[in-house]
Each structure stands twice: as C-alpha cells, then as structure tokens.
C-alpha cells in the first residue's frame, strides 16, 4: 500500500507545481487606475488594477493566477484571470474566475471582465480610461 500512496503524494506535489506555473502577472496595459459605469448613470472611480491585486471601492481582490487563454484575433488576448474577493464585511473571501479582455475604443481603453465562477458570475463590466 505504500508506493500507491507515495505516487499520489507525488502527483499532489506535480498538480501544485502546474498550478504555480500559471501564476503570471497581467500584461502592464492592464495595470493602473479605471473607472466605470456600469450602474446607470453612477461613475465608479477608485478601481485600481496592480500586478496582483483588484480593487474597487468595498471590494478587494488578491490575484492567484492568470492564464492567457487561445487568442480570437491574433493580437488580442484574453486572460483567465482567478482571484481571491471580498466585501468590507467579515465573510471570507472567495474563489473568484473572470475572463478579462482589453481593447481600444475610440479614445478610451476598455477592459471587458466576464464573471464565470463564484461572486461575479454571472456578470459583465466594462472598466475605462483615456488612452495616453
């Protein structure tokens, strides 16, 4: 019974080092400050994107991974990107999986994020700012 159990210790060991390996950063065009208006008229501002965190007013992301997933169109890739999320209140955070995509419209750069797992699913927003 003892080498079944040291080949499942090994493979545990094996998926673990698989999964590090998609913790890549966002590309830098994703990185910095956004806004949005995805409630009406409201303006959210304060959304701020670094290499490992997401944060919005009363919600806080840690990143653990990011994958680039097989690209539509040559040059625009979308990313698969799983976080850690929560509130302002006492809840723990959750697993959170999101496809995210950048992309230029008119003078702004505009970053769709599909929620596809956890508290964001099932959701949609759109995240912009001026194209420098």
């Known amino acids: 019974m003892a080498p079944p159990m040291k080949h499942s210790v090994a493979l545990i060991f094996a998926l673990a080092a698989m999964g590090a390996a998609h913790a890549a950063q966002l590309p830098e065009a994703y990185l910095g400050d956004w806004s949005s208006d995805d409630v009406g008229d409201l303006e959210i501002t304060g959304i701020v994107i670094t290499p490992r965190t997401y944060h919005e007013p009363g919600y806080n992301c840690d990143i653990r991974s990011v994958q680039q997933k097989s690209e539509a169109t040559?040059?625009?890739?979308?990313?698969?990107?799983?976080?850690?999320?929560?509130?302002?209140?006492?809840?723990?955070?959750?697993?959170?999986?999101?496809?995210?995509?950048?992309?230029?419209?008119?003078?702004?750069?505009?970053?769709?994020?599909?929620?596809?797992?956890?508290?964001?699913?099932?959701?949609?927003h759109l995240l912009r700012r001026p194209t420098p």
């Open 74 to 124: 040559p040059g625009r890739p979308v990313y698969l990107v799983e976080m850690r999320c929560s509130g302002e209140g006492p809840e723990r955070p959750q697993l959170v999986r999101e496809l995210w995509a950048l992309r230029k419209i008119g003078n702004n750069n505009v970053l769709a994020i599909a929620g596809l797992s956890g508290a964001t699913f099932p959701s949609m």
